[in-house]
């Protein structure tokens, strides 16, 4: 009976510092995306909103795609 009250307390030790390591391990990652907010335009063609990283930028103003630069710009 004793030794049932060590394996408890051994392994509520190491759930404790699985749980902690994992805690801190996640909070130390940095994130995906960038913080700062994307400057969103829209599409000429079909007034999609993306952000202007990803536009094409054509004669008459950004297209979300290649496809619908074309259709606006024959
Ligand atoms: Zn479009």
Redesign the pocket.
């Given at each position: 009976m004793k030794y049932l009250l060590v394996i408890v307390v051994v392994l509520m030790g190491v759930w404790l510092w699985r749980s902690r390591r994992d805690a801190t391990s996640s909070g130390s990652r940095p994130p995906a995306r960038p913080a700062q907010p994307q400057q969103m335009v829209q599409?000429h063609?079909?007034s999609?909103h993306l952000p202007l990283a990803e536009a094409r930028h054509g004669r008459l103003g950004l297209?979300?795609?290649e496809d619908?630069q074309r259709r606006s710009e024959p």
């Open positions: 599409c063609h079909c999609v297209y979300c795609s619908h």
